[in-house]
């Protein structure tokens, strides 16, 4: 299985600017067809950040040899650091290895140590193992084996002529513990000089982002050397700021006393939401209806949250309504479910039935079927009881059923963020 | 604010394999910060495929006017269609107008019709307008104008010579209507010869990647021109197979009978548990704990399943699981609240209290803490309820916090689907 390789090798990196820019390959025919997506891209700029290192070019490539051969040398050209994701499964289109090996104009030898890793893990978890599997032990000569604690692939690092070449699993579960671990800690070691720039970053809740962008602007055009980004995602803009020295701070100080109760914070709304009740020792109880359960998944995917939320209802007939939450039929009949009257019931019914000390409450038209002219698809009422208060808001969000339910579990969290802030 | 342009524009495109080829360029510093991630490469790729087309390159390049022309003109070498995805807004670092301007060699001009669109979307939705805004109706000379019925940045198409270049917004609400309506429809008229190759798809539940190749490899292999891909998302394999002429049933059969159970069909299994409740007219209640809602958000993203799905509690608390459900005080603690016995109780509890006809449960530990030796993070027991059996099976997940819940939830919606298909 030892394969024939090509001549020529990479040229030696050159010194200078292009030394320290990453450049990042995700590999898969799967990616090009749709069939997943990738989130690699975003993992390792994130992990890079605090080290000072920035992703400058990023490129997908198929499942073919050739194709990925031309990749790598156009990563390399453009950058110092590559770090390739994929390709290092067993199966037939998985030519990450062969396509490093010719890329570095090194031949692929059989690697025992890696070998051997992969065996045992079969073995540990007494998963039958198929005999391709042995094709992940095979490796460019002289490359260093990333051991993976938590699948079947090793990854390996190149280095060669002050170029670093790191190729990992595709699986995040798999890859970043081994670019946490093993890839980090290599290049902060390696590049010297340290973070050269800093970051701040905050969400936007309740704004639009032409809006946001205007008070961004100009208290970062002021500031020599700094420069922001925006994003936006179900309602929520994230701000960006970068400084190439000093501190972010003095513009932070600014936009929370221009943005107020809109600024969120670096973290998601979930998290935010989880803090403050764990913080103020708060539990709540929820009751979701059109949104079917998603913003309890979400503040379920805080650690730690059991302490503060007892329990969700997810009423999505009125009967449910009725028997779980305490909801008056007479109110259902008068004024529909969806409705300030009914999303404040279920709040107050949430909190009181569970015994906790926050009820919040969500009832609403995620369509695509179900809307009326004056009950419109997209129509959502929304309700928290706290301290002996309820209050409910309405809104009509735009898009599909996803982004209904989405937008609608965002705009619930913040009002309960909002009321714990008060 | 007519900018100026360089001379040199595009090359003519190439006659031949490449002017049938598509590459996709998604922009956003923000996406090579790590700040968002791209689903949009996934949704081209998809919307494309009808009418025969495949990307063959993809490149993120970051919000920078000189490296955005780059790439654009790479992009141009490599293929005959470039679909560019975001940079359209309003604000400074949007540069995609002008770098395609600069790509083509023409002049950014003022549109007064897409300024007019802009204009009128603000005030039909009474959204304080920021001034900006003008900048998005200037576009390259000849371009046409893509309306976007769900943003304010309109988008553009530039063709010419046998090249097409679009340019469409980065929100994916934005993007996929007008992919779908101006780009798909364009691109099936003016490449000739429609599809060039079938895919067949589907999903394997409960068997790992390297023995589902083990199946899949040999059925493939015997055909000439066919070739296939699998993907890996939380426990489930995703096969497709691509045959280059003549129908990849036959091979689809095969795999069938091989895979029995394992093999779910095309499509996810909260569609597919979704369908198979509403075409038995079978209804569900959930109880579920360690996955926090995420199985009823899943079964609820399901247009129509308001009338399969009655109710879902998520008993965090063991008081919840007994006043809520009825499972017996004494079960929780004489077997804990993870065990055999405390599943099926909630399985059973949640159709009975609920009057559905089916009941699945889930209680187990999603970690970081809660594990013992005994019952370790991961240790997951599902049970559903059917016909007046219940049945439980035990499993211990790899992985964090929001991989337990994934896959556990994975786990008891197969359950639903094998009991929902005896």
Chains 1, 2 share one sequence.
């Not at 290049?187 to 936007?204: C, N, Q, Y």
Request: glycine share 10%; aromatic share 4%; proline share 7%.
């Amino acid at each position: 299985m030892r394969l024939p390789h090509r001549a020529e090798a990479l040229p030696p990196s050159r010194k200078g600017a292009k030394a320290g820019r990453v450049a990042v390959l995700s590999t898969g025919t799967e990616l090009l067809r749709g069939r997943s997506t990738d989130t690699n891209l975003a993992s390792i700029a994130r992990a890079l950040e605090p080290i000072g290192l920035e992703v400058s070019h990023h490129a997908t490539a198929p499942d073919d040899l050739d194709r990925l051969v031309e990749e790598i040398r156009l990563a390399s050209a453009r950058a110092g650091i590559v770090i390739l994701t994929g390709g290092l499964g067993p199966t037939e289109d998985d030519f990450t290895r062969r396509a490093a090996a010719e890329s570095f104009g090194r031949p692929l030898v059989f690697r025992p140590a890696a070998w051997n890793a992969i065996r045992s893990r079969f073995r540990r978890f007494r998963i039958p193992m198929a005999a391709i599997n042995r094709r992940q032990a095979f490796l460019p000569r002289g490359a260093r084996i990333l051991p993976n604690p938590n699948g079947s692939a090793p990854g390996f690092a190149v280095e060669a002529a002050g170029r670093f070449f790191f190729a990992l699993p595709g699986p995040p579960r798999e890859m970043i513990p081994m670019l946490r671990k093993l890839v980090v800690p290599r290049l902060a070691a390696a590049i010297p000089g340290g973070p050269r720039f800093r970051l701040w970053e905050s969400k936007v809740v309740g704004m639009p982002e032409g809006n946001v962008d205007e008070i961004v602007r100009p208290i970062v055009a002021r500031r020599r050397g700094a420069s922001y980004g925006l994003t936006v995602s179900a309602g929520t803009v994230n701000i960006t700021i970068r400084v190439e020295r000093g501190s972010p701070l003095p513009m932070a100080r600014e936009l929370r006393r221009k943005l107020g109760r809109f600024l969120l914070g670096p973290k998601s709304l979930e998290e935010t939401v989880g803090e403050l009740l764990l913080r103020k020792r708060r539990t709540i109880a929820l009751a979701e209806s059109c949104t079917g359960g998603l913003i309890s998944h979400r503040l379920t995917n805080v650690a730690g949250i059991s302490a503060a939320l007892l329990e969700t209802v997810v009423c999505y007939s009125n009967r449910s309504k009725v028997s779980r939450l305490g909801v008056p039929a007479l109110t259902i009949r008068r004024h529909g479910a969806v409705s300030a009257e009914v999303a404040a019931a279920m709040a107050e019914g949430a909190a009181r039935t569970a015994g906790a000390d926050i009820g919040a409450a969500v009832t609403g038209i995620a369509g695509p079927s179900g809307g009326s002219k004056k009950k419109p698809v997209g129509l959502v009422w929304h309700a928290v009881h706290y301290r002996g208060r309820t209050r409910a808001e309405r809104r009509v969000f735009p898009g599909d059923r996803t982004a209904i339910k989405e937008r609608a579990a965002n705009f619930a969290l913040d009002l309960v963020r909002r009321a714990l802030s008060e």
